[in-house]
């Protein structure tokens, strides 16, 4: 089950163009591409005649029209043109979808339309200050279900066995989590001090020696994430201090778009406080973030099938408060939107 009254990340702006593509969202079939203005149309990819995706059709000025029996429909859905003559049947429609672009992304409105509002797409500072730098990589395909990415996403000990390589040190397996709810989601962090940077973040950090290290992992509903890395010179960081004018941060937004139960699009990109610029360094840590990203997903598939075919019951541990936490409200979420749609229907 999904909360549908949320914002969701459909496609990178880029993958959007002046083709019909069908885009999948919640287990829905969406068609998708822009008109003649550039604006981003999205509707439901099935012709109400004999349901024929309308992606399998053509644009024809700047309406879709069926590729079967020539069926036309306009950006709002509503169709313009049937064959035989006469009186167009009154339910030869389709459902049209509230999108928005922003921050490169094209997003979808996947619940009652009356109430989707742009200004609730979440807020990203720094995304375009000159001052920053970011880094991006494509859309990541996982075959797991969406929480299970959040969970990984709220879970800052996986570090230390998953990505040994890049991320992890000593100080991730054994340093305390802080937990905390937020009014739209989950928090889970903790302050890593007067350690030896860990080799992804050696390579970037401009200050010598040792460091205070902030791990912030936050996950917002329905499924869009923000991790915060802060690394600063050892002796100046913690709850209390007053961060080194070398401090690096980078934030990492992360969107997970449930393509079905089983099935994740993930969408990432990179923030950062140093040499904005710096082409060469976009590429590297562009690289090497996927190549961590790569160990999640193999790590993430795999538990996908070991939790839809367990041959007993999985347990839970201590570190997985935030992610339980989190998944708690979020089905009180979907269960309360689902007693709204159930009374409105009576």
Same mark, same amino acid.
């Given at each position: 089950?999904?909360?549908?009254?949320?914002?969701? #990340?459909?496609?990178?702006?880029?993958?959007?163009?002046?083709?019909?593509?069908?885009?999948?969202?919640?287990?829905?079939?969406? =068609?998708?591409?822009? $008109?003649?203005?550039?604006? #981003?149309?999205?509707?439901?990819?099935? =012709?109400?005649?004999?349901?024929?995706?309308?992606?399998?059709?053509?644009?024809?000025?700047?309406?879709?029209?069926?590729?079967?029996?020539?069926?036309?429909?306009?950006? +709002?859905?509503? =169709?313009?043109?049937?064959?035989?003559?006469?009186?167009?049947?009154?339910? +030869?429609?389709?459902?049209?979808?509230?999108?928005?672009?922003?921050?490169?992304?094209?997003?979808?409105?996947?619940?009652? +339309? @009356?109430? @989707?509002?742009?200004?609730? *797409?979440?807020?990203?500072?720094?995304?375009?200050?000159? !001052?920053?730098?970011?880094?991006?990589?494509?859309?990541?395909?996982?075959? =797991?279900?969406?929480?299970?990415?959040?969970? $990984?996403?709220?879970?800052?000990?996986?570090?230390?066995?998953?990505?040994?390589?890049?991320?992890? %040190?000593? +100080?991730?397996?054994?340093?305390?989590?802080? #937990?905390?709810?937020?009014?739209?989601?989950? *928090?889970?962090?903790?302050?890593?001090?007067?350690?030896?940077? @860990?080799?992804?973040?050696?390579?970037?950090?401009?200050?010598?020696? $040792?460091?205070?290290?902030?791990?912030?992992?936050? #996950?917002?509903?329905?499924?869009?994430?923000?991790?915060?890395?802060?690394?600063?010179?050892?002796? %100046? &960081?913690?709850? /209390? &201090?007053?961060?080194?004018?070398? %401090?690096?941060?980078?934030?990492?937004?992360?969107?997970?778009?449930? %393509? $079905? !139960?089983?099935?994740?699009?993930?969408?990432?990109?990179?923030?950062?406080?140093?040499?904005?610029? /710096? @082409?060469?360094?976009?590429?590297?840590?562009?690289?090497?973030?996927?190549?961590?990203?790569? !160990?999640?997903?193999?790590?993430?598939?795999?538990?996908?099938? &070991?939790?839809?075919?367990?041959?007993?019951?999985?347990?839970?541990?201590? *570190? /997985?408060?935030?992610?339980?936490?989190?998944?708690?409200?979020?089905?009180?979420?979907?269960?309360?939107?689902?007693?709204?749609?159930?009374?409105?229907?009576?």
């Amino acid at each position: 089950m999904f909360l549908k009254n949320a914002w969701y #990340v459909a496609a990178w702006s880029s993958e959007i163009v002046n083709s019909l593509q069908q885009v999948k969202v919640l287990g829905e079939k969406i =068609c998708m591409f822009r $008109n003649d203005e550039g604006e #981003v149309i999205a509707m439901e990819d099935a =012709c109400p005649h004999r349901k024929l995706p309308l992606s399998k059709g053509r644009i024809k000025n700047n309406n879709v029209e069926c590729g079967y029996h020539g069926l036309t429909f306009d950006c +709002a859905g509503q =169709c313009v043109w049937a064959p035989g003559g006469g009186r167009i049947p009154s339910a +030869a429609r389709v459902r049209p979808y509230p999108v928005h672009e922003k921050y490169g992304l094209v997003w979808i409105w996947m619940g009652n +339309a @009356a109430i @989707a509002d742009a200004d609730d *797409i979440i807020d990203i500072p720094n995304f375009d200050d000159p !001052e920053w730098g970011i880094n991006r990589g494509a859309a990541m395909e996982l075959n =797991c279900n969406y929480l299970l990415m959040c969970d $990984n996403l709220l879970d800052p000990t996986h570090v230390a066995w998953v990505h040994e390589t890049s991320f992890a %040190t000593a +100080a991730t397996k054994d340093t305390p989590l802080r #937990v905390s709810k937020t009014d739209n989601g989950v *928090i889970v962090h903790r302050w890593m001090m007067d350690h030896e940077p @860990a080799p992804f973040y050696k390579k970037v950090v401009e200050f010598e020696g $040792n460091c205070d290290r902030l791990q912030h992992y936050e #996950v917002r509903y329905p499924s869009h994430a923000l991790i915060k890395a802060v690394f600063t010179p050892a002796g %100046t &960081g913690g709850p /209390d &201090g007053s961060l080194h004018e070398n %401090t690096f941060i980078m934030d990492s937004f992360n969107f997970m778009t449930p %393509t $079905n !139960e089983g099935q994740t699009r993930y969408y990432w990109f990179q923030l950062r406080n140093i040499r904005p610029d /710096d @082409a060469a360094l976009s590429q590297m840590m562009s690289e090497d973030v996927q190549h961590a990203f790569e !160990e999640d997903r193999e790590v993430l598939n795999a538990v996908q099938k &070991g939790m839809s075919n367990k041959p007993s019951p999985h347990i839970d541990l201590p *570190i /997985d408060g935030g992610q339980l936490r989190f998944r708690r409200q979020l089905q009180a979420m979907i269960n309360e939107e689902q007693q709204v749609d159930q009374q409105m229907a009576e």
